[in-house]
Structure formats: structure tokens, C-alpha cells
């Protein structure tokens, strides 16, 4: 039977006694910790942490909830972007913004857990390097930026972080790639109310006229990608990529953590049951009917 490595048990009773004198629980889930660490994230909420969804939309990164077997098409768009395409070229993200993945991001965001950074930011480097084939020119990696009052509250941005940490890890696995970060390129010029809440509508409406490019040296002819912690209705995505491409951006790629989804199926188990559905007046539905909640 092989014997553990001395290094090994000492970090392990290292480990145990640490927990056992000072206490911790998972700011997830509130598990005890096993392990001493400055990201007090149990293993079980990162392993938890959901992936990307089968069959999206291969330019913002839509849900279509179609199986991978139907005929959807590789290139199939979902209907935001067939009615009003984007300024950039594509969108991918980590996972969708649910369970453990919003429960860290927001550990990250409200509970300023700077130390998360390491972990999500190797994330990041995992979605970034899924746009690295299409993009052989090189990248420039810009975060989405905070205005500078938001930023003071917060005490820091936490895309700026991000990307900051996605690069490290991208130029240590990857170090042929043409990589840089520009982190004042794109500047937030006034405070907007908090998307949280606003229908897209209200989102683009709360954008507007909310970014500029302070060098537009830093972006001529250079694919940029910007980096954010979520996707949710793409407002803010389409804000930075307009103003990026108008500075004389080659492309414009987005990578984000989190993909939040504008809709969801809801699966009804009894024979005829009656739901209310983005407003509508309440209908009848079959066993096992779908429906996508808006």
C-alpha cells in the first residue's frame, strides 16, 4: 500500500486543525469548509457551478432549447439577433447564471471576495480561449468599465479583475497568442441606474450615451474582447461594442462568466393545468407541453 507524501499529510492535518481551531463555512451553501482557504468556496459549489447550455445561438449565446440532434443548423440564430443583430461578432460565456454560479459571482460583486478572482478568472481564460481560433490577429482584452463613483463604492471592478487574471493564465497556457489588456480604453462617463429589474428596453434606454472611447489608438484595427461578469439582456454588450467599433475596432467579441437566459421551459405535469405566462390572459396546457417564460 503506498504511503502518502510527508508534504502531503502535513498539509492535511495542516488543514484539519486549521478548520477545526477556526471554523469556516462555505459562503455558498454553508457547508464547512474541509481545507484551509482564502476563497471560502466549498469544492462541491465550483463542481456545481453549471456549464454551458447544448444548442444556443451562435452569436449572443441564446438558450434555444432545441437538442443537439435537431435540425436547428450550426449557425442558428435566436430571434433578438435575426431581428436586431449585434454590433459584435459573437458572445460566449462559462455557464448560465443560476445556482452556484450566481452565488459566487455575487460573493464576488456584494461580498467583495476579491480572492475568487483566481478561480473565475481561470474560468474566463477557458471562455476567451474558445474565441482565440476565429481571431488571428490577436486580442485585446477590455473590461466592461464602472463608473468612477460605483467604482469607489465597490472598491474595485470586478471585469477589470477578471480579465486581468483570464490574461495571466492565457499567457501562461497559450504563450505564442498575441495577448493584451487596455483597462482605460472605454470609459463609463456618467452613472446609470442599476439594470437589475429594467426590462431590456429600459436597459438600452439606461445606456445610451453611456460610453466613449478616451484612446481610440488602443482599438483601430485591433479585435477586441470584452470581458464582463454577466450577459444578461446584451444592452451593455451592445453599448460598448457600438462605441468600440465606431473607434475603429476590426471586431468585437464578448466573454463573459455568466450567460443569464431571457427565457426558461416550464414543464406541466398534470393533465390540464392553467398558468399565467408574461402577462397573458391564463390558458390551458397539456401534459408535458413547453412553454418559454419571456
Not at 477556526?22 to 459562503?27: D, G, R
Not at 469548509?33 to 456545481?48: F, G, Q, R, Y
Not at 453549471?50 to 430571434?79: I, N
Not at 450566481?102 to 474560468?123: D, N, P, Q, T, Y
Request: charged share 20%; with cysteine.
Amino acid at each position: 500500500m503506498a504511503m502518502a507524501a510527508p508534504g502531503n499529510l502535513l498539509s492535511g492535518l495542516s488543514d484539519a486543525l486549521g478548520c477545526s481551531l477556526l471554523p469556516a463555512e462555505c459562503s455558498v451553501c454553508g457547508s464547512p469548509l474541509e481545507k484551509l482557504t482564502s476563497a471560502p468556496i466549498c469544492e462541491a459549489c465550483w463542481v456545481e457551478i453549471p456549464g454551458p447550455r447544448e444548442c444556443c445561438c451562435a452569436c449572443c449565446g441564446e438558450d434555444l432549447f432545441q437538442p443537439l440532434e435537431a435540425s436547428v443548423g450550426v449557425g442558428a440564430l435566436c430571434r433578438v439577433c435575426r431581428m436586431a443583430p449585434p454590433g459584435f461578432a459573437r458572445a460566449v460565456s462559462y455557464g448560465v447564471y443560476d445556482g452556484s454560479m450566481r452565488a459566487v459571482i455575487h460573493a464576488l460583486k456584494f461580498g467583495r471576495m476579491e480572492s475568487l478572482v483566481g478561480r473565475l478568472g481561470g474560468m474566463l481564460a477557458e471562455t476567451i480561449a474558445r474565441l482565440a481560433g476565429n481571431v488571428p490577429d490577436g486580442m485585446v482584452l477590455v473590461p466592461v468599465p464602472l463608473h468612477r463613483k460605483r467604482r469607489a463604492e465597490r472598491g474595485f471592478n470586478q471585469a477589470e479583475k477578471l480579465a486581468a487574471e483570464a490574461l495571466r493564465v492565457l499567457k501562461q497556457n497559450h504563450p505564442a497568442w498575441r495577448l493584451e489588456l487596455s483597462s482605460r480604453v472605454l470609459i463609463r462617463e456618467r452613472i446609470t441606474e442599476s439594470q437589475a429589474g429594467l426590462t431590456p428596453r429600459q436597459r438600452r434606454q439606461n445606456l445610451r450615451g453611456a460610453f466613449f472611447v478616451a484612446d481610440a489608438g488602443m482599438v483601430q484595427g485591433r479585435h477586441v474582447v470584452l470581458v464582463d461578469d454577466i450577459y444578461t439582456t446584451g444592452a451593455t454588450a451592445r453599448a460598448c461594442s457600438k462605441v468600440l467599433l465606431k473607434a475603429g475596432a476590426a471586431s468585437v467579441r464578448v466573454a463573459t462568466l455568466a450567460r443569464a437566459q431571457r427565457r426558461f421551459p416550464v414543464f406541466i405535469e398534470k393533465r390540464q393545468r392553467y398558468m399565467q405566462v408574461a402577462g397573458s390572459s391564463e390558458m390551458p396546457l397539456e401534459v408535458s407541453e413547453e412553454v418559454f417564460v419571456h
